[in-house]
């Protein structure tokens, strides 16, 4: 079972570069892992460390002012290779939502299958958010999942956003694939009965 999600109310990291593909977000060299635990500390590596593992001052998430759950990107986040890699590492941060105007396919489903909530919004919103943080780090926002509803708290300006409705069930009730299918376990082995006995 993964956490729950309801309604989330954070501050935001901003990462306000467009076409951020897998690799940057986790490289290829961190790929030999076969289970999801630490690639957290390696999300974003060659953006956080230099090649002598120090810290590159300069980047958001080793910049005291920024913190929270929400990482805010610029469009087309997760391009590039369908590496699932690339959420583990989101979801293994502590990210809980990713807020863009454009999420490659396949990294927006990799993200909904561990945990994390990518958000799609319009450019004027994903503009004026960006705006909000920069004048105040502590900029938070609140994310109602049940609503589908994206809220500046700085601005009060509000958005709808969409989700599959199976994957929205997941979030609430903290599933995964293999959670939801044991939730119906009776219900299957009850179906695969009636078939035994009709056939």
């Known amino acids: 079972m993964k956490e729950k999600f309801d309604i989330l109310r954070s501050a935001c990291v901003p990462l306000p570069l467009e076409n951020v593909d897998t690799d940057q977000i986790i490289p290829a060299r961190f790929l030999k892992a076969t289970t999801k635990e630490g690639f957290g500390e390696n999300l974003f590596r060659d953006w956080r460390y230099d090649k002598q593992g120090n810290k590159i001052e300069s980047f958001v998430l080793n910049d005291p002012r920024y913190s929270g759950k929400i990482l805010v990107a610029g469009k087309n986040f997760g391009c590039g290779s369908s590496r699932e890699h690339a959420a583990w590492a989101i979801a293994g941060y502590g990210f809980r939502v990713v807020v863009s105007s454009f999420f490659a396919d396949i990294h927006r489903n990799n993200e909904l299958?561990?945990?994390?909530?990518?958000?799609?919004?319009?450019?004027?919103?994903?503009?004026?958010?960006?705006?909000?943080?920069?004048?105040?780090?502590?900029?938070?926002?609140?994310?109602?999942?049940?609503?589908?509803?994206?809220?500046?708290?700085?601005?009060?300006?509000?958005?709808?956003?969409?989700?599959?409705?199976?994957?929205?069930?997941?979030?609430?009730?903290?599933?995964?694939?293999?959670?939801?299918?044991?939730?119906?376990?009776?219900?299957?082995?009850?179906?695969?009965?009636?078939?035994?006995?009709?056939?």
């Open 113 to 199: 299958n561990n945990g994390v909530l990518p958000v799609v919004v319009s450019e004027p919103f994903l503009t004026a958010l960006f705006a909000s943080i920069d004048r105040d780090p502590g900029t938070e926002v609140e994310v109602n999942l049940p609503e589908q509803r994206i809220t500046n708290l700085a601005t009060g300006e509000s958005e709808q956003f969409e989700i599959n409705a199976y994957k929205k069930h997941c979030l609430i009730n903290g599933l995964d694939d293999i959670d939801y299918l044991l939730t119906n376990k009776q219900k299957i082995e009850e179906y695969e009965r009636l078939e035994r006995i009709t056939n």
